[in-house]
């Protein structure tokens, strides 16, 4: 077989065709469980497995391997990172309930207290967060932001499905109890009425 001759050559190839997803899957477990890994390393798996895996099976696999460690992760430091993980769930051909991972993330970036404005713009690439940056109130607010988009877009998701008004109940209690602070109980509500 011939050497690509880029990494995104090589990960279109991955993709279109994947091979060992087995060993893929078992490379993701051991750099999570490593205390020490690099965000980026596992995001960039996480990311490629998410558009390669095809197999329920496969994609079981996947799930329990990344949700057990977000449930392990669930603070506000890491809730860049979480949020882009649950993102790619969410946008793959199985549907997986990350609703209320989401609303957890969303819960500690409201209880995120003594913000001041630090004049800078976050993004799904600002993985690593310092503690400097889990004081501006610019993260609070990207962060409760992309919670609201991605439960409203998983919300959509599943709309047309037959148990979707008691999922619409819980998640909405979910939202109600999570978000009393001022600010963003206009925005959460804003979300109740559209779900």
Known sequence: RRQPATLAADVAGFVASPENVSEELDTLKTLLENPSYEKVEALFLTDILCQTLRRQQDFTRFISIVLE????????????FILRVLRNIINTRFYVPTVFYISRV?????????LT????????????????DLRAEEL??????????LIKTQMQIFGSNIGFPEL?????????????????????GDLIKAI
């Open 140 to 149: 609070q607010r990207f962060v409760v932001g992309e919670c609201l988009g």
């Open 168 to 188: 619409a109940f819980v998640v909405c209690n979910e939202l109600r109890t999570k978000s009393r602070i001022g600010v963003f109980r206009e925005v959460v």
């Open 69 to 80: 460690h977000v449930e392990s992760i669930l603070t506000y430091k890491n809730s860049i």
């Open 117 to 132: 404005a630090a004049g800078r713009r976050f993004g799904y690439e600002d993985v690593r967060l310092s503690n400097d």
């Open 106 to 114: 969303l819960e500690s970036a409201v209880k995120a207290e003594k």
